[in-house]
């Protein structure tokens, strides 16, 4: 039944107030984390300047907001799963955290002993070395996590692209081997009735679809090795599959066909009122969209991520035919068509929602979370890595009598010119190393304070 003949059918020309019971399945909490775990993201350098961990930041923070949750970065770039192993206590115990992610890999089988072409004998042995080593040290540490109350959640290594054409020098192979540490974790998983997420298959059945249209095609950097925005974004979604169940934002139907019966899920409808042109409502959800830049483009047509986890759906039955403005707080969102809301629309492809901004909000303060997080880092870097030998005096003085050494026996080689400025970074970090974590609990404390939905008022207006 339309507005127009329902109101026909009662001859009433004013409002109708509705105080119906509503269908309202509110949507279950987390799975895998509750509020007060903190979380620890061990890894290499996908893991140290990545954005995977800031993509599922801002997931928990807006679709479960009254889960706080704290995240810390414990990622060193160039490291293995045996540099883990040393850094273990002092770098990802030292926050006493409920889970840690762990993810290596991609430095452990040593990319250089992998190339195009036909390998020598002793480049063989290397190669199995390298295997043998990794899988030694990987086993360490899932004896570690064992011993522990710690959760983990292993990670195999994602792709090396040794698959598109674009120029730069393949490590051809290096992907196989990947894969075979993939499958290693996979049973260590298995074997202490562990969670594990697989990137590696799911990034390659990609690659492998893709490239078929364009052999220039990557989900990884120019580099081969460090995925970018979609990557991440790629890498995000597989966690948040194999961790979550999918899920709505939140989800409205009117059915002005049956008595205006609601239903909702993950949200509450109350002061329903019907008229001819009108139908207006107050409306409290549950959890925020998760918002986006244009740097998700193309990871949102590589994945499902908006059918699965990110649908906020606005349903009305019956309308009569023609558009109906969408207003939400007085704020004019979008023009639909009566047959666009009998299908259901997904609010969360309008960037123009207050509960949208609310969400970018959040986004910006994981963001600015990330970046100091990152800056944290500096310091661990150049400690574990490159001070892990060093045994004078504790002072900053000798310690850098020390780097200083440690650049000059690698002078001339490609990465030097990182780690000089990364040594730079250590000191201009150390004295700053106390306000940088205030700032990281301050920013932690208002995502927590600023990203709980708040009711509001929605309107359909009759064009």
């Known amino acids: 039944m339309s507005i127009r003949s329902f109101f026909a059918s009662f001859c009433i020309f ?64 160039g490291d293995n799963a045996e540099g883990m192993s040393y850094r273990f206590k002092d770098d990802v115990l030292m926050h006493n955290p409920s889970h840690v992610f762990f993810m290596t890999g991609m430095n452990d089988v040593i990319r250089t002993l992998y190339f195009e072409g036909q390998a020598s004998d002793e480049v063989i042995i290397k190669r199995k070395n390298a295997l043998a080593v990794y899988k030694q040290n990987t086993d360490i540490l899932a004896s570690i996590f064992g011993a522990s109350q710690i959760t983990p959640i292993y990670l195999t290594p994602p792709i090396y692209d040794q698959y598109s054409k674009i120029e730069k020098e393949n490590n051809f192979g290096c992907n196989d081997a990947l894969i075979e540490c993939s499958n290693h974790i996979k049973s260590i998983a298995n074997q202490y009735d562990a969670t594990v997420v697989d990137l590696n298959t799911p990034m390659k059945k990609i690659m492998d679809r893709e490239l078929k249209n364009d052999s220039l095609f990557t989900i990884i950097g120019q580099d081969r090795v460090h995925p970018k925005t979609t990557g991440h974004f790629i890498m995000f ?39 001819k042109e009108n139908i207006l409502f107050n409306c409290q959800e549950n959890s925020l969209p998760f918002p986006f830049t244009k740097a998700f483009d193309t990871a949102l047509r590589l994945v499902p991520f908006q059918k699965k986890f990110n649908q906020e759906i606005l349903q009305v039955i019956g309308l009569d035919k023609g558009s109906y403005d969408l207003f939400i ?119 927590y304070k600023k990203n709980k939905p708040r009711a509001m008022n929605w309107s359909i207006v009759r064009r």
């Open 14 to 77: 004013g409002f109708i107030f509705f105080n119906l019971q509503e269908l309202n399945a509110q949507q279950k909490t987390s799975k895998t984390f509750k509020s007060g775990d903190t979380v620890c993201f061990l890894g290499d350098s996908i893991t140290h300047g990545g954005q995977f961990h800031e993509f599922l930041q801002l997931f928990y923070a807006t679709r479960y907001p009254n889960i706080a949750l704290t995240f810390f970065n414990c990622g060193i770039s």
């Open 237 to 275: 979604h597989e966690i948040l599959s194999t961790l979550e169940t999918p899920s709505v934002v939140a989800q409205i139907l009117i059915n002005l066909n049956q008595n205006n019966r609601i239903k909702t899920t993950n949200c509450s409808v109350n002061e329903l009122q019907v008229s």
């Open 329 to 447: 707080q007085d704020k004019l969102i979008n023009t639909f068509s009566a047959k666009q809301l009998n299908e259901g629309v997904n609010l969360s492809n309008e960037f123009n929602t207050p509960q949208y901004i609310q969400a970018k909000e959040i986004m910006n303060l994981c963001q600015e979370y990330r970046k100091t997080g990152y800056q944290l880092r500096a310091v661990p870097f150049i400690a574990f890595k490159y001070l892990r030998d060093y045994n004078g005096p504790d002072t900053l003085k000798n310690k850098k009598i020390f780097l200083d050494n440690q650049l000059k026996k690698i002078e001339g080689q490609p990465f030097y010119n990182y780690i000089k400025k990364s040594v730079h970074k250590y000191y201009q970090t150390l004295p700053i190393l106390d306000s940088l974590k205030t700032r990281l609990n301050q920013i932690e404390h208002t995502i």
